[in-house]
């Protein structure tokens, strides 16, 4: 196997993006999170800002074409008035997503990259998720608020994903079978994650 790819999907508080620069620095790997959208950005001439407005909020707005604005690879020219709209920024991210599978091994957190790079042999689709206590107590340390205020922000974060998971995908983003492998880091720790992440790529290299 050449180039392998890891893509991580996670819940807010579960650790997944500990997990992924664990694991990418554990392997001597790039690690993709937030740089895909200044990647894209710099790409595609569009402001940085647009696509982090898309990440928060597109689950809220209407598709501007097709039957849902599943991800179908194709990218709008700019003479388009559709050119910024959230299909495309979502398909520039995609664009970077599928060069970097393409060119290096990597960790890719999120930006439902494991559907994005669903036919790429050398690819391990992973979803970290945890149980609600410790997902609470992990969003604690990072947030300022009180805790029926971090139930909320749980809640909504997941929602979020969901939403955006099943706009662009037409899938449901906490389906096992969107998946290779999926960890519970409340019951595993960090650790045996990165170790089960790494027994499954021996596996695919036989």
């Known amino acids: 196997m050449d180039n392998f790819v890891i893509t991580i999907a996670?819940?807010?508080?579960?650790?997944?993006?500990?997990?992924?620069?664990?694991?990418?620095k554990k392997l001597g790997i790039?690690?993709?999170?937030?740089?895909?959208?200044?990647?894209?950005?710099?790409?595609?001439?569009?402001?940085?800002?647009?696509?982090?407005?898309?990440?928060?909020?597109?689950?809220?707005?209407?598709?501007?074409?097709?039957?849902?604005?599943?991800?179908?690879?194709?990218?709008?020219?700019?003479?388009?008035?559709?050119?910024?709209?959230?299909?495309?920024?979502?398909?520039?991210?995609?664009?970077?997503?599928?060069?970097?599978?393409q060119k290096e091994s990597c960790v890719i957190i999120g930006r439902c990259s494991n559907y994005i790079l669903k036919d790429?042999?050398?690819v391990l689709r992973v979803f970290i998720h945890a149980n609600w206590a410790f997902r609470m107590e992990k969003a604690a340390e990072k947030l300022s608020m009180s805790t029926k205020e971090i139930e909320k922000f749980l809640q909504k974060d997941d929602k979020r994903k969901d939403e955006y998971y099943r706009r662009f995908t037409?899938?449901?983003?906490?389906?096992?079978?969107?998946?290779?492998?999926c960890l519970?880091?409340?019951r595993l720790g960090y650790e045996k994650c990165i170790e089960e992440i790494e027994n499954q790529l021996q596996m695919m290299k036989k």
């Not at 996670?10 to 990418?24: C, D, H, I, K, N």
């Not at 037409?170 to 290779?180: R, V």
């Open 30 to 101: 790039g690690y993709y999170d937030k740089d895909i959208i200044r990647m894209a950005s710099e790409d595609s001439g569009i402001h940085e800002t647009l696509f982090g407005r898309v990440d928060e909020y597109s689950s809220a707005r209407k598709p501007f074409f097709g039957k849902n604005g599943i991800y179908s690879g194709e990218l709008i020219p700019p003479q388009s008035k559709e050119f910024t709209s959230d299909e495309n920024l979502f398909n520039y991210q995609a664009k970077i997503i599928r060069e970097l599978a």
């Open 10 to 24: 996670r819940q807010y508080g579960s650790g997944g993006r500990t997990v992924g620069e664990m694991l990418a």
């Open 170 to 181: 037409g899938g449901e983003w906490k389906d096992a079978t969107q998946y290779d492998l």
């Open 120 to 122: 790429y042999p050398n």
């Open 184 to 186: 519970d880091s409340s």
